[in-house]
């Protein structure tokens, strides 16, 4: 763990826009709510049109939220839009970079109690996550990436909360849907794989940290509420359905070798089958579209 860091400076989040029109508005409220920490918000919009992004210049200025704002006039994936969003934020100097779904919630002193888990000495620092609702129940307590099936179970997922997983420490995976990392991370991980576009860039990036000997700090005092899937239409989306299945064949690819290569991508294929019954026909020909092209695709292509 690096060292204590009292005087850490200001916090980039960074946010990317696609079918957000209806969660920005919780989302800016929120940032309102956060005193103490002094960040600028980044909003990357892969939109094809900027009526959202219009609408986050207002709540920007309504609430008094420092914040630029990029128009890709395109939908140029999560990826690129997180490394546009971290550039600027490394670009101003930031010391430290939130990556932040706008389809989530958070009440007043979350920000504080991430940013003082970071200070602390944490590279990166992950929050408990809901799923948004009176229910409480749990989307994320925890978690890990498994070597041989390259699933990333969540701990304690559909779970109502009752602070069962209410112990602080390092674990294995967290989703960077709202995820504070150090600016330090950057020079010895590299950005996001833009090749993955949406779905496993995350955990690449996350098995990147690994390799490099940083670990994640799971902070449960700070609670977020996650509209789940807001952008992507769900689980059973041929959206959805096709590149969570091509981009888990390309991280295998990419990143396993030997003996964890061949179990990896057998245990993929092997259940595809059973998982293709269980969706519309639709999401179906788009998972077995997603694997053949997961195949296909350089392994080498942007090996950060």
Not at 188 to 193: E, F, P, T
């Amino acid at each position: 763990m690096a060292e204590s860091r009292p005087g850490a400076g200001r916090i980039g989040i960074v946010t990317v826009l696609y079918g957000s029109h209806d969660v920005v508005e919780g989302f800016f409220a929120s940032l309102a709510l956060q005193r103490g920490v002094d960040f600028k918000l980044y909003v990357i919009d892969n939109s094809p049109t900027p009526t959202t992004l219009d609408l986050c210049h207002e709540l920007a200025a309504c609430h008094g939220v420092d914040a630029e704002f990029v128009f890709n006039d395109a939908n140029v994936g999560v990826a690129r839009g997180n490394n546009q969003g971290i550039e600027l934020a490394l670009r101003d100097g930031c010391a430290g970079v939130l990556l932040a779904n706008n389809d989530t919630e958070f009440a007043e002193g979350t920000l504080q109690l991430l940013v003082d888990e970071w200070r602390r000495g944490a590279m990166a620092v992950t929050p408990k996550l809901l799923y948004y609702g009176p229910e409480r129940l749990i989307w994320f307590a925890g978690g890990r990436i498994d070597a041989w099936t390259l699933r990333t179970p969540h701990l304690g997922m559909r779970e109502v909360d009752r602070g069962q997983y209410d112990t602080p420490g390092d674990i294995g995976y967290a989703p960077t849907c709202f995820l504070l990392l150090d600016a330090g991370v950057f020079a010895r991980v590299g950005r996001m794989d833009e090749a993955y576009f949406v779905y496993y860039d995350d955990t690449d990036f996350i098995w990147r940290m690994q390799r490099a000997g940083l670990r994640v700090r799971y902070a449960p005092q700070a609670v977020v509420l996650h509209k789940v899937s807001t952008s992507t239409g769900g689980g059973e989306s041929p959206f959805t359905a096709y590149y969570s299945n091509r981009n888990r064949v390309y991280f295998i690819r990419k990143n396993f070798r030997g003996l964890r290569r061949v179990v990896a991508l057998t245990y993929v294929l092997a259940t595809r089958l059973p998982a293709a019954t269980r969706l519309p026909a639709a999401a179906a020909r788009r998972l077995w579209s997603g694997v053949r092209d997961g195949l296909r695709m350089p392994e080498g292509a942007n090996r950060l």
